[in-house]
């Protein structure tokens, strides 16, 4: 609970981070009717302790409170609701499904557009109140897993650091959005 939560009125911070988590809603829905254009791929990190993730037991072991997956060439089955999405990706050689509500992600990032927005998790709570270094020098090696081409039907690569380089070292400035300027401390 913020301090502000018995003043009646509007929460702004909550509005605001509903928002911003549209903007990811409306990418992945891009995504999947129309596939990745040209170069852009997206780091998406979420919470794997949150309330309505899916994901198999032994990546919620190997991520015990955090995952980054990277959507890029290697994914399946991306589908997008209001309030969440799902996908399939290839761990260890075999597909998996992930469901992930949009409340559980913490970051999103377009680093071919060098754009990237930071989340709250339970903004009321005020708990996390991190910077964007998540992505400062953030690049395709540092995800978990690497999605698929919705063109290919060839099972993709496994493991941490598939794909290589991005290619996007330093092209001009980057885009991150986060409300931490604004927020009441």
Do not use: C, W
């Not at 680093?111 to 020098?137: V, Y």
């Not at 090696?141 to 290589?164: F, I, N, Q, T």
């Amino acid at each position: 609970m913020t301090e502000h939560d018995d003043i009646p009125g509007f929460n702004y911070e909550e509005m605001v981070e509903d928002a911003l988590r549209g903007v990811l809603r409306r990418a992945l829905e891009i995504t999947a009717a129309e596939g990745l254009p040209g170069e852009h791929h997206f780091y998406i990190t979420f919470s794997t302790e949150a309330p309505g993730v899916n994901i198999p037991d032994r990546l919620r072991a190997q991520h015990p409170e955090t995952m980054t997956i990277v959507l890029q060439h290697q994914y399946h089955d991306l589908l997008v609701s209001q309030d969440m999405f799902s996908v399939r990706l290839s761990f260890g050689g075999r597909l998996e499904t992930l469901e992930i509500p949009f409340s559980a992600v913490t970051a999103f990032a377009d680093p071919h557009a060098k754009f990237g927005l930071q989340f709250q998790l339970g903004i009321l709570d005020d708990e996390d109140d991190s910077d964007l270094g998540d992505f400062e020098g953030f690049d395709d090696e540092d995800a978990d897993v690497l999605l698929h081409d919705p063109s290919s039907d060839e099972r993709p690569a496994a493991g941490p650091g598939v794909g290589g380089d991005s290619g996007d070292d330093d092209k001009g400035g980057d885009n991150v959005v986060t409300l931490d300027a604004f927020r009441k401390k």
